[in-house]
């Protein structure tokens, strides 16, 4: 049996504004983590067209060891404002899947049903609402990534203090995410899942926590102006890690 979640993120943005702003904060993150020969390689990120629909694809390596037995391959088809995600191991194979389809919507989290889910799947899942103020899973704690200390300049928007910060920011949407782990290696598969589901609200809540504290970044581009960012963002990740493996390989 697979284990399905799904979170509900409350953000003070509009729907339009989350798309640029999640684009954003996930190419300054990119940047952020590789190095040492690790990291994040974009291999393909382009438009697509088809029977299945109308939007962006993309694939990617994630880097975690030099040798790639732990590397992880993400593809993902943004046809915002659904989007789906599926990550996988070539290393483990058949046994691991990590499914994340989002839908994101003008509401404070009170759909019942945003991803129109069928009866079977809605009988496998549980919700967990992440408040991006609260610091539990987030890790080390940043002050500069802390929604209850930071206020835009060009919004005015935050910091987000009141308990029932979600129930009167405006403007405000939700992002729902349900996650679905497969892990079909016998005997680890419930402490595996439950895991990966635990690693993945922590990586939410934090994702989250710097997108708002980036508003000032993020506000006012436009999608030709991230789509430009996300190119210069992919050559600098490839000439980084590129530059760092030679290094090492020249040390050793």
């Known amino acids: 049996m697979v284990l399905v979640k799904e979170y509900r993120i409350i953000n003070n943005c509009t729907v339009d504004e989350y798309r640029i702003a999640q684009l954003y904060a996930v190419a300054k993150m990119s940047m952020s983590e590789t190095g040492s020969g690790e990291g994040v390689e974009v291999i393909v990120n382009e438009p697509y067209d088809n029977e299945k629909g109308k939007g962006q694809y993309t694939k990617k390596i994630y880097n975690f060891t030099r040798q790639g037995a732990l590397d992880m391959h993400e593809e993902a088809w943004n046809a915002y404002p659904h989007c789906l995600t599926v990550m996988t191991s070539p290393f483990i194979g058949n046994c691991f899947k990590v499914v994340t389809e989002t839908m994101h919507l003008a509401d404070r989290g009170e759909t019942e049903n945003a991803l129109n889910l069928d009866a079977k799947t809605l009988a496998l899942r549980t919700i967990d609402s992440i408040d991006v103020t609260e610091d539990k899973d ?40 349900l996650v679905t782990t497969e892990f079909s290696w016998w005997g680890f598969q419930t402490a595996v899942e439950k895991f990966i589901q635990s690693t993945m609200r922590g990586m939410f809540a934090v994702f989250h926590r710097q997108l708002f504290c980036d508003t000032d970044g993020w506000f006012g581009m436009t999608i030709e102006e991230l789509r430009a960012m996300e190119d210069e963002t992919a050559k600098k990740l490839l000439e980084k890690r590129h530059q760092e493996l030679t ?3 020249e040390f050793n």
Do not use: H
């Open 247 to 249: 290094s090492k390989t």
């Open 138 to 177: 987030i890790g080390a704690y940043k002050e500069a990534e802390d929604p209850k200390r930071y206020k835009s300049a060009k919004t005015g928007r935050g910091p987000l203090t009141s308990e029932d910060w979600r129930k009167t920011c405006e403007p405000v949407m939700t992002c729902y995410k």
